[in-house]
């Protein structure tokens, strides 16, 4: 009852939220991904909603159902991705990151399907860098006006606190999440880790629908603590 009559921790504000993997062209029929399943952003979009705030999702192909209430924009490549975002960002008051977008991308898709030629030779795949959504949104004007509230995750397989620290600086955000990959990846729990400027703080192991919970009151706490 309590809970009902409270006011809700993100009434009024506008989050965007990417989520999953990236899927990054070969030829018309393969690609490179990884195991995102997308279920930490979906939480964290949910939670969002039912905080009261109005929800856009920007997802990589996964398999999920859209969280009731939350807008959702379907998209393939890192450079797809950032296209929804950059067009959802100007109306966003809080950016939260949780996509593992593909670093790297094949530098020249083929436009049909690569066939073997019989001679036993292998095709040679070059690389080219994927944009940086998240490095893009957090330099934006708003964002380095105090409009819009950017949000990394990382994950990481060791030395998690210096590797979220330093992740944090280096894409410019305010507030970083890490947890310890890919065990979780997939897993319907997680354990967070928060670095701010002030220092860090664990989120433990519970249910990714807990840990949205918890990490939509720890974000809304600090945009009361330092209002836009
Ligand atoms: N991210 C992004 N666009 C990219 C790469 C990452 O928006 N091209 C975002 C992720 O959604 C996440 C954060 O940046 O919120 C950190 O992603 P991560 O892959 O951990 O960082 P990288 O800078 O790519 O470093 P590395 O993979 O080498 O650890
Ligand atoms: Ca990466």
């Known amino acids: 009852l309590v809970a009902f009559f409270a006011p809700k921790l993100l009434a ?7 989520a999953g ?11 490179i991904t ?7 952003g979906f939480a964290v979009a949910r939670a969002a909603r039912q905080a009261g705030a109005e929800v856009t999702l920007v997802a990589g ?16 490549s890192a450079r797809n991705m950032l ?5 959802q960002a100007q109306n966003a008051s809080i950016f939260i990151a949780t996509a593992a977008v593909a670093d790297w991308r094949p530098a020249n898709a083929a436009e049909q399907k690569i066939k073997k030629d019989g001679s036993g030779e292998m095709p040679a795949l070059a690389f080219v860098e994927n944009p940086d959504i998240l490095a893009t949104v957090a330099q934006s004007e708003r964002a380095r006006a105090g409009q819009l509230y950017c949000v990394g995750f ?10 979220a620290s330093a992740k944090r600086v280096r894409k410019g955000v305010p507030l970083l999440v890490g947890n310890i990959g890919p065990a979780t990846f997939g897993q319907d729990d997680n354990a967070l880790l928060l ?28 945009l009361r603590e330092a209002p836009a």
């Open 154 to 163: 990382a994950a990481e397989s060791e030395n998690l606190l210096d590797h």
């Open 195 to 222: 670095v701010d400027a002030q220092g860090h703080r664990e989120l433990a192991r519970a249910s990714k629908a807990e840990l949205g919970r918890q990490l939509v009151a720890e974000i809304a706490r600090r």
């Open 34 to 40: 990884n195991l995102s399943s997308g279920k930490m």
């Open 83 to 87: 296209q929804a975002v950059e067009g």
């Open 21 to 31: 993997p990236t899927f990054e062209a070969i030829d018309p029929v393969r690609g």
């Open 61 to 76: 192909p996964v398999h999920l159902p859209t969280p009731r209430g939350v807008r959702r924009i379907d998209v393939r």
């Open 12 to 18: 009024g504000q506008r989050v965007l939220i990417t």
